[in-house]
């Protein structure tokens, strides 16, 4: 357990993104990768929060220089969250499951950023994406029930529990599966957050 | 105890039973076994099931059984397919109409699964033959225990009907030595009892009963007849199936001393070194001719079928028949 809490940098995400889930693993795979140029641009939820999709900038993958790598950096967006008067950036990518979006938040600079120490690695984090037109849902696991049933073993899937706080250790393929068989079960969801387009 | 140990009833839930245990452990998503695991094995069994009974019930009896060989492999494919289809059928269909409590899906690859199916047939059709095949071999054991049993039980009449013949002679002409010959039949009669029941005997037992019964037989011989029993090598630690060499003594006594020729005789030989050798050599009476048809051959058939079925490829039988003699070579390997 305590191998296992030098390696998670969940308090970095846990600060603005309180209700998420977290993954070692990305959701996302070559083959689930989709990319929307609509959602460029700022989405606002009220006066301060909002969330910004950009195009990233070219430069050394994380992943090297595979051909994997390349298909998930053409279709990755840099994504500034802005929640609480707290500014945060991510590399984001959006990956179909079934007849659902969802995108998964990964830290952008992650070995650099304040608290983060070399013997920590960051996570991923995932939550449900709907758009139109001007109008941008998320929805966010319900942790709380998330960790209660994972704490029961009424679910299974690779996981530790590291400080109460779930980390699923699943395979992509795996969170992917069971995404796609849970995804219409709103009982593990919170209520959704609507943004507007600003520009 | 045993019969329940060897009942299906007994055999199928403890296989299944280690099944479960073995598939929950194998796709534990942690290292301690939990219910959940339990419960995911036991839904993962449901094609299982369907794999290995439709094999053994279907598959095997009516193609491997049968011989169809290549039916049987072109149906494996489809019963593979078949269960694939189960278990998708299983966790997506089936599961969710249960209304548990519990959240899971089955991820695994398809490679994995089939080489788990293929896994659970090849070892319950292994199983399966394995137990056919012992179950053949008991029945063809029991089959030449009843055999040998019955091939024992024929020399006791045959050898029976002689020794009172003589004894009836002896009585008749109120002779001596019917008590002397009374007892021998009786030595002879124990050893037969309580010896015969092993699968194999000391040699010098089996001696010992020979030289006896010849004894026996001498006391209705005239002194002239020549009876030769001559022995060579080691007999210690030498085992023999019983009664296997008594046939041929029995047959020599009964075709050599049958007419009243000076010539008569019976020459036994036996040699024990590497292999036991046999010989007994007679003189054919003209009586021979006349009731080979109704008793001819009966011992020798026996000492035959015996042979075959105790010392399969193991032995040397040589019969060689003249006009006037008759001679019987056996060597045990």
């Given amino acids: ?199 | 105890m045993i019969k329940l140990i060897n009942s299906k009833w007994f055999q199928h839930p403890v296989f299944w039973m280690l099944s479960i245990y073995a598939i929950g452990n194998y796709f534990s998503i942690s290292s301690v076994f939990k219910f959940i695991d339990v419960f995911y094995a036991l839904l993962f069994h449901v094609p299982l099931f369907f794999l290995v009974y439709f094999n053994l019930r279907v598959l095997i009896p009516r193609f491997l059984d049968q011989g169809k060989y290549l039916l049987y492999f072109l149906s494996i494919p489809l019963l593979l397919l078949a269960t694939h289809i189960i278990h998708e059928l299983t966790f997506e269909v089936m599961f969710p109409l249960l209304d548990s409590e519990f959240y899971m899906v089955s991820f695994t690859e398809w490679q994995v699964l089939v080489s788990i199916f293929l896994i659970y047939l090849i070892l319950t059709t292994l199983i399966k033959l394995s137990k056919s095949w012992y179950t053949l071999q008991q029945v063809e054991k029991e089959k030449l225990s009843l055999e040998l049993n019955s091939l024992k039980t024929q020399i006791n009449p045959h050898f029976l009907f002689n020794s009172l013949n003589s004894i009836y002679s002896q009585a008749l002409a109120k002779s001596d030595q019917t008590s002397e010959t009374v007892l021998e039949l009786s030595n002879l009669l124990r050893y037969m009892l309580y010896e015969v029941e092993e699968e194999k005997v000391p040699l010098m037992k089996e001696v010992e009963m020979l030289e006896n019964y010849i004894e026996l037989q001498k006391l209705r011989l005239e002194e002239a007849s020549k009876v030769g029993f001559t022995l060579e090598g080691e007999l210690e630690g030498v085992m023999i199936a019983p009664l296997l060499l008594f046939p041929l003594v029995e047959n020599a006594f009964k075709h050599g001393m049958k007419d009243d020729s000076e010539q008569e005789f019976i020459d036994i030989k036996l040699k024990v070194y590497t292999a036991i050798s046999f010989s007994i050599k007679n003189k054919l009476g003209q009586i021979d001719d006349m009731e080979k048809g109704k008793y001819g051959g009966i011992g020798l058939e026996n000492v035959k079928r015996r042979l075959e079925l105790i010392y399969p490829n193991s032995y040397e039988l040589v019969i060689l028949k003249t006009e006037t003699e008759f001679q019987v070579n056996l060597t045990l390997l």
Avoid at chain 1, 33 to 51: A, K, N, Q, S, T
């Fill in chain 1, 1 to 199: 357990m305590q191998k296992a809490k030098s390696i998670l940098a969940i308090g970095f995400l846990v600060v603005l993104l309180n209700s998420c889930v977290y993954s070692l693993f990305p959701i996302y795979t070559d083959d689930t990768l989709v990319y929307f140029p609509e959602l460029l641009g700022r989405w606002e939820m009220d006066d301060e929060d909002y969330i910004e999709f950009r195009n990233t900038s070219s430069g050394p993958s994380f992943f090297g220089s595979s051909e994997s790598a390349d298909l998930s950096k053409n279709k990755e967006y840099a994504i500034e969250i802005m929640e609480g008067g707290d500014l945060i950036k991510f590399k984001g990518h959006i990956a179909k499951i079934g007849d659902d979006l969802f995108l998964d938040l990964y830290p952008d600079d992650p070995y650099s950023a304040e608290g983060l120490g070399s013997n920590m690695i960051p996570v991923h984090t995932f939550a449900k994406l709907k758009f139109s037109g001007k109008q941008l849902y998320l929805t966010s696991f319900d942790l709380e029930k998330l960790n209660k049933l994972f704490e029961s073993n009424l679910i299974r899937l690779r996981h530790e529990n590291v400080d109460g706080t779930i980390l699923i250790t699943a395979q992509p393929k795996e969170i992917q599966k069971f995404i796609d068989k849970y995804s219409d079960d709103e009982s593990v969801f919170e209520d959704t957050e609507t943004y507007k387009k600003a520009s």
